[in-house]
């Protein structure tokens, strides 16, 4: 079973600093890959990054050098760490967890709340 909850999210000022961390509660967090999406309003839900289960990342176009995505398996959690933030990057980002035999599910955190003001 996957359940997964997200936390760091806050209120910063344009160009400051977030991590934001994921974590999982079940028993095989290795075997997902994972992913941060975010949702702005109005906007619909986009990927901002992914990390396979070996650790190889993908990232959004507009994060690329601003965003690392990381994860420790031994903890069960997942990392996004935000760098120069801007507020087009407000809304709310959502953990996601990819499992089953072919990958055919998705589990999803509650969301934390980023919000940039400039």
């Known amino acids: 079973q996957v359940q997964l909850v997200e936390s760091g999210g806050g209120l910063v000022q344009a160009g400051e600093t977030l991590r934001l961390t994921c974590t999982d509660s079940?028993?095989?967090?290795?075997?997902?890959?994972m992913n941060w999406y975010r949702q702005a309003p109005g906007k619909r839900r986009e990927l901002v990054a992914g990390?396979?289960?070996?650790?190889?990342?993908n990232y959004g176009v507009s994060m690329r050098g601003r965003f690392t995505i990381s994860r420790d398996n031994a903890k069960s959690e997942v990392y996004l760490q935000m760098n120069n933030l801007k507020p087009e990057d407000t809304g709310v980002y959502y953990c996601?967890?990819?499992?089953?035999?072919?990958?055919?599910?998705?589990?999803w955190g509650q969301g934390t709340q980023v919000t940039v003001f400039s």
């Open positions: 996601n967890a990819k499992y089953g035999m072919d990958y055919q599910f998705d589990a």
């Open positions: 079940g028993t095989l967090f290795s075997r997902h890959p």
């Open positions: 990390i396979t289960t070996s650790g190889s990342p």
